[in-house]
């Protein structure tokens, strides 16, 4: 069909596939894959989607595909990466597929060196590229800038955070220190206390950071400073089966020395509490696993072998951490501390408690089995022995009353709660000792001074597991924030600036999660007050937390019970266990059992005065400062702070320019050149990436205000440059630079560039002397040129007026000529007619010689009497030029004259009438002939007149039928006018319902994506949930036509929906059923107007109107129609109408000239209610000809009644006219060759051809 055009059409692995039309329904269109012939795939219109020409061919930025959509935004993905080519920019934004090995020459010197101080789009697309674009619009706007690195667990975020650092470090460091050395080795150390082997990734960072790289007025590197949110404490105590602690407990466990392992008293992973749950083996390469002592490996690693991964090596990695902690400052006894405190954690996590028999108060107390771990560990955190036990299994209580600081009461602990407060003191620790060495490496790149910074943000991407807790909640809620961020500085406050600047830019609707971030931090009932109120209860419980939350929020869309969820497991969750949060990036359900613990990190009040008592100096200072809670009244949860940090970082984030990186997940299996279409395409939905592709692709992504650009070439301008307004100076500034005007736009006070104009912005933008200095030259030379051409226009413009005095110069000496002659001849003009009159009169005396010379009698006579009235007039005329006659003897003497000739030609025709009888007769004979063809020559005339009469009468009453068509149409606009108020009412109601409608099932199918993700981890079941159509949210008055059509389809005797395209029109083309024929017509056209509807929606960047198959009048006036209320089903007769409008396809060679107004002509043949011939005819081109059920797809769609062409003054002419024009063009040979496939009932009878 049409073609055997290209689509992509969704696939749930590959994402979507590439095939051809086969049939179109009215809600679905059925496409065969190329990959599977003889198969077909039923999709709905709004996700499937046309497919470039070369489907092939790759660009380096998506905004240079000619269709866009998400089909081939991920199909150029595809490409690119499986030719190594990771990065793609959609205008200003980054791609980044991770490729899960290392690609050569990618990340060498010499690259950085080949992107310092190139624009977007000059060289490939690299991070480095987005790096030099940041310091170029910090240094030129004077503004600090942020580089937002988002993605998934395993999409390659951390690795891009630090190819940037090390790009911006190179390339602009002072190397003078080792300032530079310090800011890429605080690297590996956080990653090595703050990253972790996850399911999902091999690195996964377990907290966010926020790395500020300043510069100093000479925009080299300063120094640096790091923010951290959210470090994942949970994970310290516990993991899941196939994931790892933090990796510094390997590689102290792997790579420590002998010695100090040794002093540490350390073991294989397989040995300590917290490690030995999860995956215990190590990732080693095989040099370093034949050095590893067999001592140090757990049992897993000796029967599964290590862990294989390009970038990590646990014993090589322990060096590289040690190394980067000494080139930090951190003197040997720090790192000596250090270790230990990471010891003592693995050592705390050996302790076990146990009940008490001898305690009558039901307390408890530590194993026998583990006093060597209670020793130990004391030890190493410089705490007596019994004081920590007596910490461990009991707490402190001070009353309020009972002396001045109350009365304090020991309460023994039951060995679940001992437990626990072993794992939260742990978890103190190791956070507190994340925090110190966070501010050693601050403290090893500090900035005395500094103008501005670039910030790296570099934070845990969307999570979602089988089971997820407070640490996803909180990931997933700032992930929601960043989106927000995302949406508002990407897609609404450029659509807004665009709207303020009058740029007329189409507006491009996205999904808001508000509602989702206000569901979890708006004030009382939002998911963290909540909370933090649940916490303070005296006994608070996960189960009535859940309650309050689905209780106090009932009707939030955001928010469902966990028994709704896609995956089979999330299911079972009970409702007061969990929760299920509808997410940007879909559906995530939450267990509560842990939210309470985790949200509240403080210690009992013993073990915070122990620790402040230890003898550890570095475990002493980590805790100095810490105030002792005094009741759940005042403390402040870890919710609260996250939220306040992160209100720091997006304020941070709003006063900064900003730079996006989009980093992509390829597949699960975390291998190299695997696509996995399906999840990609899910990463990108996620981050918005459709949306924006659509506005940049439209948009103009750089930008400046007149005066800035005029003040930063000021200085370099001579005097009368300087004059220029700062508009004109920009304008002369582009002409000079050869810009073309579809290439940049002006808006009120500000310039704006298209996608892929970076190099050109760059090079106007660029502030150092030379550049400036030198296109100064250029807007000069400019000038000039333009100033030039205005002098040699006023030379032309001299020399034109010359030419015109000149001329009328002749024109005035004609005038007197004229005006002297016309005196004279007034003067002459008596005599000179008199002349004229006697030489006429000389005339009659030839036809006398003729009557003279026919004579046979007195023939000499009369010749005699001729030549003196000859004689009589010569001398007459000679008496007049002689002499001064007055007019009145002139006329005596010339009416004498004539008398005599009349008198002598009398007689001589007297004289012949005898002679002249038989010539006579034969005169009157041939006259009476000459009066018969007179007469059959009016008779002809007679019957043409009445035949234009008869013309006259028809327009007449075609005419008059318009009219009367007009003045009922008047009326019904009368009657119509109090209902347009509340159609349009309803509309607006519809459209908000129709769009609010499209958010639900869009998030349906997200929700469905990812449980399909997380199902595919595990093997789970997911919920086979049939998602509805979605509705075109540009065409929410479709909607109601649809519902209309399908319940008048109900009602009807046929049931056509399922019937195939072919088979519709084949039975338009054969059936004689009338019912069924009008059925199917009806069914046929409704679908064709979806798939021209689609078509238009998916039509290619470069044309503005698309494929017309009508005019646009006549388009337009079929949608305005939507808007009137129906008075009626249209109707159904066979009445044959034809219609001429002016017509200029898109197509036309003629439409961008502006010299060349020429239109062509649209012809339509209706028959009955749908048009049945089509034709158009342009200036030096082909007539089109096209006939129904053999060109439907290029042919006019809509029905008579929505065309509105009755309604059109002088549109419909005769059928004698159209039929005229057709069989000049070839129509009639056109009919002949279609034969049985027309559609059209009028012209199968006329041919003679018999339905079946």
């Known amino acids: 069909m049409d073609g055997g055009k290209k689509v992509w059409v969704p696939h749930a692995t590959d994402g ?7 049939d179109i329904g009215s809600d679905s269109i059925a496409i065969e894959p190329f990959d599977a012939p003889g198969t077909t795939i039923n999709a709905i219109y709004d996700r499937t989607f046309p497919a470039e020409e070369y489907d092939n061919k790759d660009v380096e930025d998506n905004c240079a595909l000619m269709f866009l959509n998400e089909a081939t935004l991920l199909n150029n993905l595809r490409i690119r990466y499986m030719k190594n080519q990771i990065y793609t920019y959609t205008a200003n934004i980054l791609i980044a597929i991770n490729p899960y090995y290392e690609i050569p020459d990618l990340y060498t010197s010499n690259t950085i060196k080949k992107y310092k101080g190139k624009s977007l789009g000059t060289l490939p697309p690299h991070v480095y590229a987005i790096a ?31 190819y940037i650092l090390k790009y911006l470090t190179e390339s602009w460091g002072a190397h003078i220190n080792q300032l530079e050395q310090r800011i890429l080795e605080s690297n590996p150390l956080l990653e090595a206390f703050g990253n972790a082997k996850t399911v999902r990734n091999n690195n996964s960072s377990r907290f966010g950071k926020f790395i500020e790289i300043h510069f100093d007025n000479k925009n080299s590197v300063a120094g640096g400073f790091i923010s951290h949110y959210l470090l994942e404490k949970s994970r310290v ?15 102290l466990c792997a790579g420590a020395p002998e010695e100090l392992r040794k002093q540490l008293k350390l ?29 140090r490996k757990s049992q897993m690693y000796l029967k599964q072998g290590s862990l294989h991964d390009p970038v990590l090596d646990d014993v090589r990695d322990f060096q590289v951490c040690d190394s980067a902690m000494a080139h930090l400052g951190i003197s040997n006894e720090d790192r000596h501390s250090i270790y230990t405190l990471v010891a003592s954690v693995l050592h705390l996590g050996n302790i076990t408690f146990e009940e008490n028999t001898d305690d009558t108060k039901g307390g408890c107390k530590v194993s026998p089995s583990t006093e060597t771990s209670l020793d130990t560990a004391s030890s190493l955190l410089g705490l007596p022995k019994e004081e920590l036990r007596e910490s461990l299994v009991s707490r402190i209580m001070q009353t309020a009353r009972g002396g001045s600081k109350g009365t304090a009461i020991k309460v023994p602990l039951k060995a679940g709660e001992a437990s626990s407060a072993r794992d939260a003191l742990s978890k103190s620790i190791y956070s507190r000792l994340f925090d110190y060495i966070v501010a050693c490496v601050n403290k090893a790149i500090p900035f005395s001074s500094t103008v501005s910074y670039i910030g790296l943000l570099d ?16 990931i997933n809620y700032c992930n929601e924030k960043l989106q927000q961020f995302f949406n508002e500085r990407i897609l609404k406050e450029e659509q807004v600036l665009y709207e303020r600047e009058g740029l007329n830019v189409k507006k491009i609707t996205w999904t808001d999660n508000q509602d989702c971030i206000e569901l979890i931090e708006m004030k009382a009932n939002g998911i963290f007050d909540l909370l933090d109120e649940e916490s303070k209860l005296p006994t608070p419980k996960p189960e009535h937390f859940t309650m309050e939350v689905h209780n106090r929020n009932k009707s939030h869309f955001r928010l469902s019970l966990p028994r709704k969820s896609k995956l089979k497991m999330h299911r079972d969750v009970r409702d007061d266990e969990g929760f299920l949060i509808r997410h940007f990036a879909g559906a995530v359900c939450y267990h509560t059992t842990l939210f309470i613990e985790k949200n509240n990190d403080a210690l009992h009040a013993s073990l915070e005065f122990l620790i402040q008592d230890s003898s550890n100096k570095m475990l002493k200072t980590m805790f100095e400062g810490i105030q002792v809670s005094s009741g759940k009244l005042n403390f402040i949860s870890v919710g609260s702070k996250f939220r306040s940090q992160l209100q720091t970082l997006m304020e941070k984030l709003k006063s900064t320019g900003t730079n996006f990186i989009r980093c992509i997940k390829p597949n699960l299996k975390m291998v190299d050149h695997l696509f996995e279409g399906g999840q990609i395409l899910s990463q990108l939905e996620c981050s918005g990436m459709g949306s924006v592709l659509e506005l940049m692709q439209q948009g103009f992504p750089s930008r400046t205000q007149f005066s800035d650009l005029y003040n930063m070439y000021k200085k370099y301008m001579p005097a009368d440059i300087a004059r220029l307004d700062p508009r004109l100076f920009c304008k002369a500034l582009f002409k000079a630079l050869g810009l073309n005007e579809n290439e940049f736009k002006f808006g009120l006070t500000k310039v704006f560039f298209r996608p892929g104009k970076f190099a050109e912005f760059d090079q106007i933008m660029k502030s150092d002397p030379e550049n400036l200095a030198m296109l100064v030259k250029k807007v000069k030379r400019w000038l000039l040129c ?32 004229t005006v002297r002659m016309w005196r004279d001849v007034r003067r002459f003009k008596p005599k000179y007619e008199m002349i004229v009159q006697v030489k006429q009169s000389q005339g009659q005396l030839s036809r006398m010689e003729e009557i003279i010379s026919q004579l046979k009698k007195e023939k000499e006579t009369a010749t005699k009497q001729a030549k003196l009235i000859e004689k009589a007039l010569q001398d007459f005329i000679h008496k007049i030029r002689t002499t001064n006659m007055s007019a009145d003897e002139m006329q005596r003497t010339m009416n004498h004259l004539l008398s005599q000739m009349d008198q002598t030609f009398q007689d001589l025709r007297k004289k012949l009438e005898q002679e002249k009888t038989k010539a006579e007769q034969e005169r009157l004979r041939k006259i009476q002939e000459e009066m018969e063809r007179e007469k059959k020559r009016k008779e002809e005339e007679e019957r043409r007149k009445k035949q234009e009469e008869e013309d006259r009468k028809l327009k007449a009453e075609m005419e008059a039928k318009r009219k009367k068509e007009e003045e009922e149409r008047k009326k019904r606009e009368e009657e119509e006018k109090k209902q347009k108020a509340l159609i349009s009412a309803q509309l607006e109601k519809e459209k908000e319902d129709n769009r609010r409608r499209q958010e639900i099932l869009e998030q349906e199918r997200r929700d469905r994506e990812l449980a399909l993700r997380l199902a595919s981890e595990d093997q789970n079941e997911v919920e086979d949930v049939v998602v509805p159509p979605l509705q075109s949210t540009g065409d929410s008055k479709k909607s109601e036509e649809v519902r209309a059509t399908r319940a008048a389809a109900l009602q009807k005797k046929y049931d056509l929906s399922k019937w195939k395209y072919a088979e519709l029109r084949d039975a338009i083309n054969t059936s004689c059923d009338i019912e069924l024929l009008d059925a199917c017509r009806e069914e046929f056209h409704r679908r064709l107007k979806v798939y021209h509807s689609w078509k238009q929606k998916n039509k290619k960047k470069s044309d503005e109107r698309g494929e017309e198959r009508a005019p646009e009048s006549v388009l337009t006036n079929a949608s305005e129609s939507r808007l009137a209320p129906k008075q009626g089903a249209p109707t159904t007769d066979n ?20 010299t060349h107004k020429k239109h062509g002509q649209w012809y339509a043949h209706f028959d009955g209610q749908y048009i049945a011939r089509q034709m158009e005819l342009y200036p030096d081109k082909n007539p089109l000809l096209l006939v129904a059920g053999v060109h439907d797809l290029q042919m006019c769609e809509l029905s008579l009644d929505e065309t509105g062409l009755t309604r059109k003054k002088g549109a419909e002419i005769l059928g004698k006219d159209f039929e005229a024009e057709w069989n000049k063009y070839g129509g009639r040979e056109l009919l002949k060759s279609c034969g049985n496939r027309m559609s059209s009932t009028f012209l199968q009878k006329r041919l003679g051809v018999v339905r079946k």
């Open 267 to 295: 073991a294989s992973p397989d040995q300590f509490h917290y490690l030995n749950r999860g995956c215990t083996q190590y990732f080693c390469t095989r040099e370093n696993d034949k050095k590893l002592g067999q001592d």
């Open 786 to 817: 333009s100033r030039w051409k205005k002098a040699q226009w006023g030379a032309l413009s001299v020399i034109k007026l010359k030419n015109k005095i000149l001329w009328r110069r002749g024109q005035i000496i004609t005038l007197q000529k």
């Open 459 to 474: 934070i845990a991407g969307f999570e979602y597991f089988q089971v997820n807790s407070f640490e996803q909640f909180c």
């Open 132 to 162: 030099d674009k940041a310091f170029r619009d910090m240094k030129v706007n004077k503004m600090s800038q942020s580089i937002i690195v988002s993605g998934e667990s395993g999409a390659g975020k951390t690795e891009s955070t630090k």
């Open 16 to 22: 979507f596939k590439l095939g051809r039309i086969v």
């Open 237 to 251: 105590i516990v993991q899941s089966r196939d994931e790892r602690n933090y990796h510094i407990f390997y590689r």
């Open 1135 to 1154: 009445q044959q109408r034809f219609f001429r409008i002016p017509f200029a396809r898109p197509s036309d060679e003629f439409r961008d000239d502006p």
